[in-house]
Structure formats: C-alpha cells, structure tokens
C-alpha cells in the first residue's frame, strides 16, 4: 500500500470539525480555509505584488501581480470560494499564475456572501473589469492585451463578466473597443 504524503496526514490528524456541517457558518468556513494555507508551497518570488483599491463600489480592495518590468498582457482574476471565502488562499496561487502566463494579473477581493446578498459580488466584478480595461495603459504600460479569468465561484463571475462585457461591445484592448 501506498504511504500517504506527510503534509496530508498532518492534515487530517488535526482535522476535527468545529461544528457540524448544518451549523458551519461564514466564519466557521473563512477559519477552516485558512487553518490550511501552511499547506501551500512557498510563494515564488514576483517583480512586484502591490495592494490596490479599485476605485468602484466606494472603492474595493484587490492586488496587483507583477512578473516583470515593462508592457504585459492584464487578466482580471476572480477568485473562488462559494462566494463566501476570500482572496487569502489564492495569493500563492495567482503568484504562480503571473509568472506561468507573464500576465499583470488585477485580483479584485469582490464582496462576500451573506453579508453582501447578491448581486453585490456580480456588481463588483462587472465594475472591476470595466475599471481595468478603461486603465490597461496605465496599469500595463501601453496598449495590452486584457483577458478575464476565475475559478470555481470566481470562473462564475468571469462568464457573466465576459458576457455583459461583450454584449456592451468591449473587448480587448480599450484602443480597439
């Protein structure tokens, strides 16, 4: 039989749920994904990660990762998490992103669930794209080529942001809109 990787089994040993599943609350979820995030690997060094506040909703916080110097192309990140966890698990993560794909990657923290009922997180990321491509030559350093991603809750709010995107005509670079 196969032995079971060290970091797992350390993760299981200590895994007692705090609560049953029909009583977890937001918070209770928020703790336990971050009771994980030693687990990741070491984040891999970046030209530069800034903190940002994407001036929409009365301003929203995100992060900017930068692989290198110069013109590069932007991709607007939302992350998962059901809408209820935050960015925090996806920090190593999206640095391993950025220099894999050589991708400005704008990573707006849209507002969570249940305390912002939907559409607030929709609303959110429709406003931080819109932002982002109205500020690609500023944020990338000329005209660029700009995309939008997520995964899992964040790939949700990715397609909807695409479609509206399109169906508004915007696309691309803001010179070729």
Do not use: K
Request: proline share 8%; charged share 20%.
């Amino acid at each position: 039989m196969a032995q079971l990787d060290a970091q797992l089994r350390r993760l299981l040993e200590g895994h007692e749920p705090a609560v049953r599943l029909s009583e977890l609350t937001a918070a209770d979820v928020r703790a336990e994904d971050s009771a994980v995030l030693g687990l990741q690997r070491p984040s891999p060094a970046l030209y530069s990660v800034e903190d940002l506040t994407i001036p929409v909703s009365g301003g929203l916080d995100g992060c900017l990762y930068r692989p290198g110097p110069g013109r590069l192309p932007v991709l607007v990140y939302f992350h998962g998490g059901g809408f209820v966890i935050g960015d925090a698990a996806y920090q190593q993560p999206l640095r391993e992103l950025a220099l894999a794909t050589m991708c400005l990657i704008v990573a707006p923290n849209v507002r969570l669930a249940p305390e912002h009922r939907f559409p607030a997180a929709v609303e959110d990321a429709l406003a931080c794209a819109r932002w982002a491509h109205a500020h690609v030559q500023e944020l990338a350093g000329g005209d660029s080529p700009f995309g939008i991603a997520g995964d899992s809750s964040g790939g949700n709010l990715a397609a909807v942001t695409t479609r509206e995107l399109t169906r508004q005509g915007i696309r691309g670079p803001p010179s070729r809109c």
